[in-house]
């Protein structure tokens, strides 16, 4: 079955300790992206990769890092959480080229107290 | 920047009657317009798309207008359903410098009144 795959789906932890949300898909996209979604801003992109060791700042990317070794995986990485990262995160995949669907992963739901 | 605005935030109709949801968006490059569904606790999944050498697209009880030179696009869907309920997002794909991306609405929570 073709999808994108987050890993965890819910996640508490406390402020400054380092943690990674996995991403993964299996309909060998090219470009993967990472948002954030949080009550009345909608969906913002954080980190975006148009392919292999290729990635590029979203609009909200402060705080976080990515990685692209591999095309089917794109990890989201926050090195010290703080707070205001409690949101509902989603991982995307897409092909590469213009006006193409995008896949999302369930949503992962971080907590950072 | 580039932004999309979306109205209105929520919308409440009687199961049957029409809703329509408005975006318009700033960056008169975006070509492509799809429009998001998703329901409580669900990822977004896409339920329509426009591209910008047409104006208006029909699936079943979903339409999509496009007015290109007022950057407004709109959803409408017709004898609404209770399991319309759902968060909508209207997007808009930016290109810029060989790169693209998606810039979201805010979305527009609807409820279908039994």
């Known amino acids: 079955e073709a999808q994108v795959t987050q890993n965890p789906r819910y996640l508490i932890t406390v402020t400054g300790k380092k943690l990674t949300v996995t991403c993964s898909q299996n309909?060998?996209?090219?470009?993967m992206s990472w948002y954030r979604q949080d009550p009345g801003l909608g969906l913002r992109q954080i980190y975006y990769s148009m392919n292999v060791e290729v990635t590029d700042k979203g609009d909200v990317p402060e705080g976080y890092k990515v990685s692209r070794k591999e095309k089917r995986n794109f990890p989201l990485i926050l090195e010290s959480p703080s707070p205001n990262q409690t949101s509902l995160y989603f991982c995307a995949s897409s092909l590469s080229r213009v006006n193409t669907e995008a896949f999302f992963g369930q949503g992962t739901r971080l907590t950072v107290v | 920047g580039e932004n999309v605005e979306q109205h209105p935030s929520t919308l409440s109709v009687q199961e049957g009657d029409s809703a329509v949801i408005k975006c318009t968006y700033s960056?008169?490059?975006?070509?492509?317009f799809p429009w998001y569904k998703q329901e409580l606790g669900k990822r977004p999944q896409l339920i329509i798309d426009?591209?910008?050498?047409?104006g208006e697209k029909k699936d079943q009880r979903i339409a999509v207008t496009l007015n290109k030179t007022a950057k407004h696009f709109s959803l409408h869907i017709t004898e609404t359903q209770p399991e319309d309920s759902a968060v909508y997002f209207c997007?808009?794909?930016?290109?810029?410098?060989?790169?693209?991306?998606?810039?979201f609405g805010t979305g527009t929570r609807l409820k279908v009144l039994a």
């Open positions: 426009i591209r910008s050498n047409v």
């Open positions: 309909m060998n996209h090219e470009y």
């Open positions: 997007a808009a794909m930016v290109i810029k410098r060989g790169t693209y991306k998606y810039i």
């Open positions: 960056d008169s490059a975006s070509n492509y």
